[in-house]
T-cell receptor, first 112, second 111 residues
Framework: SQTIHQWPATLVQPVGSPLSLECTVE??????LYWYRQAAGRGLQLLFY??????ISSEVPQNLSASRPQDRQFILSSKKLLLSDSGFYLC???????????FGPGTRLTVT | EDQVTQSPEALRLQEGESSSLNCSYT??????LFWYRQDPGKGPEFLFT???AGEEKEKERLKATLTKKESFLHITAPKPEDSATYLC????????????FGTGTKLQVIP
């Protein structure tokens, strides 16, 4: 069976500090991978998606970036965090482009 | 622009009191409608995919239906453990075949 992991589960970072969130998927090959942000009272906002190693599409211009160094690894980064980066970050995978997605447990990020 | 609207925003039911959640959508070329359940502080859990009007899917006390403009998630004789936020999302045939999520219905089932 497939499993998706995210870490850390919670993170408190000061404004201007760097960020690295990691997501890994087990039990499948060449998954489509996604990063979402969920703010209270708002729908999930797609940040990045990837259909293969080194292939990243960005949906929203911002100070975040994503990388996919390995087939089942997806990393969300920032060089300098803003207060507005606070939120619940979710990684997801699917077997094909934007079909049913399976989400990880999420990372709660608070920027202070 | 694709839009997904869920109603009501919140719903409080007594245990055993059946009801329905609504997801209405305005999209260009529906390629699938998804229902997810999300517990507080956790990632969404996939429930159903519906592809065409008239299709129905069932799982335990949940039944999802689809028309050309909306989908319903029927909850029959709910239990307290059904309390969660239920999210609807649509996949379209737009340029990047993105998925658009609604903001969810928060369901509370009182014992």
């Amino acid at each position: 069976s497939q499993t998706i992991h995210q870490w850390p589960a919670t993170l408190v970072q000061p404004v201007g500090s760097p960020l690295s969130l990691e997501c890994t998927v087990e039990g499948t090959s060449n998954p489509n991978l996604y990063w979402y942000r969920q703010a209270a009272g708002r729908g999930l906002q797609l940040l990045f998606y990837s259909v293969g190693i080194g292939q990243i599409s960005s949906e929203v211009p911002q100070n975040l970036s994503a990388s996919r160094p390995q087939d089942r690894q997806f990393i969300l980064s920032s060089k300098k965090l803003l207060l507005s980066d606070s939120g619940f970050y979710l990684c997801a995978w699917s077997v094909a482009d934007f079909y049913e997605q399976y989400f990880g447990p999420g990372t709660r990020l608070t920027v202070t | 622009e694709d839009q997904v609207t869920q109603s009501p925003e919140a719903l409080r039911l007594q245990e055993g009191e059946s009801s329905s959640l609504n997801c209405s959508y305005t999209v260009s070329g529906l390629r699938g409608l998804f229902w997810y359940r999300q517990d507080p502080g956790k990632g969404p859990e996939f429930l159903f995919t519906l592809y065409s009007a008239g299709e129905e899917k069932e799982k335990e006390r949940l039944k999802a239906t689809l028309t050309k403009k909306e989908s319903f998630l029927h909850i029959t004789a709910p239990k307290p453990e059904d309390s969660a936020t239920y999210l609807c999302a649509v996949r379209t045939s737009g340029g990047y075949q993105k998925v658009t999520f609604g903001t969810g219905t928060k369901l509370q089932v009182i014992p």
